[in-house]
Nanobody, 113 residues
Framework: EVQLVESGGGLVQPGGSLRLSCAAS????????MYWVRQAPGKGLEWVST????????DYADSVKGRFTISRDNAKNTVSLQMNSLKPEDTAAYYC??????WGQGTQVTVSS
């Protein structure tokens, strides 16, 4: 069974940091580009970051450039999102996704003082 399981979310103060992780199973993880997307309360989905299958090429939404870092470990079938200098507008449910396979449950990030 294909699974994508996000973890690492929580409550953090503005300016703080969180590291999100996504554990993949049931498919050849190393053969797929991976993405982080998020959905804020009452808002639509927003693309956050992309990483190629080798972990060599990355890309970020303008809103998170310089603050977030995406990475992957193909030996462990994981993709991560290091989130620094968090802002209240980063509050959202975060999902790791790829083409063809079902989404996981996501992990909630709340940035508030």
């Amino acid at each position: 069974e294909v699974q994508l399981v996000e973890s690492g979310g929580g409550l953090v103060q503005p300016g703080g940091s969180l590291r999100l992780s996504c554990a993949a199973s049931g498919f050849t993880f190393s053969g797929y580009w991976m993405y982080w997307v998020r959905q804020a309360p009452g808002k639509g989905l927003e693309w956050v970051s992309t990483i190629d299958k080798y972990g060599t090429t990355t890309d970020y939404a303008d809103s998170v450039k310089g603050r977030f870092t995406i990475s992957r470990d193909n030996a462990k079938n994981t993709v991560s999102l290091q989130m620094n200098s968090l802002k209240p507008e980063d509050t959202a449910a975060y999902y790791c996704i790829t083409w063809w396979y079902p989404w996981g449950q996501g992990t909630q990030v709340t940035v508030s003082s």
